[in-house]
C-alpha cells in the first residue's frame, strides 16, 4: 500500500466512543480533508450502511460508498480510526478500528482484500487496538500484504 493511499496523517488514535454514524461521517470528513472524495462521498457511505452493514468481524468495520458515489472520488484512499471503547455497529458488533474507504477503478477491493487479509487474524486487529503509533498501524496493515 503506498503512502498516497496511506500514511501518517490518515490515521486517529484513542477516539472517543460514538454512534455508528457518526464514526463513518468522521471516516468520511477525514477522506475529504485529505483530498480523497468529495463531501458528497459520505452520504453514499451512510448509504452502504444502511443498505448493510460494513462490519467485516473480529472488532473491524469498513465504511464505504455504495457504487453510484464513486464518481465522487477524486483518487484512491484510506483513513483509520482507533476507537479504544469501541463503537457498536449493531446486532453485538463493536468495531474498534474503523476503517473509511475510497478506492478509485476498483482499487478499492484490492486494499479491501488486503485488510480483509490482515483483519482474518484476531492477533492483528489486537495489535491495532493497542497501537500507539500511526506508524504501528501502518506496519500491521502492510504486513498483511506480504
Given at each position: 500500500m503506498n503512502s498516497d493511499i496511506?500514511?501518517?496523517n490518515n490515521i486517529v488514535l484513542n477516539e472517543a466512543?460514538?454512534?455508528?454514524f457518526s464514526a463513518i461521517e468522521r471516516?468520511?470528513?477525514m477522506l475529504v480533508e485529505r483530498g480523497y472524495v468529495e463531501k458528497e462521498y459520505i452520504e453514499g457511505m451512510k448509504a452502504r450502511e444502511n443498505d448493510v452493514t460494513t462490519y467485516i468481524g473480529n472488532g473491524i468495520a469498513i465504511p464505504h460508498g455504495v457504487s453510484e458515489y464513486?464518481?465522487?472520488i477524486k483518487r484512491s484512499g484510506i483513513v483509520v480510526i482507533q476507537y479504544?471503547?469501541?463503537?457498536?455497529?449493531?446486532?453485538?458488533?463493536?468495531?474498534?478500528?474503523?476503517?473509511?474507504?475510497?478506492?478509485?477503478d476498483d482499487e478499492h477491493l484490492e486494499i479491501l482484500s488486503s485488510i480483509a487479509l490482515t483483519c482474518q487474524y484476531e492477533e492483528n486487529v489486537k495489535k491495532l487496538r493497542d497501537a500507539k503509533t500511526p506508524q504501528e498501524v501502518i506496519k500491521i496493515l502492510q504486513e498483511g500484504e506480504e
Open positions: 496511506l500514511n501518517e466512543s460514538e454512534p455508528k471516516a468520511g470528513r464513486v464518481k465522487y479504544p471503547n469501541g463503537v457498536d455497529f449493531g446486532d453485538g458488533n463493536i468495531a474498534y478500528i474503523v476503517i473509511g474507504i475510497a478506492g478509485k
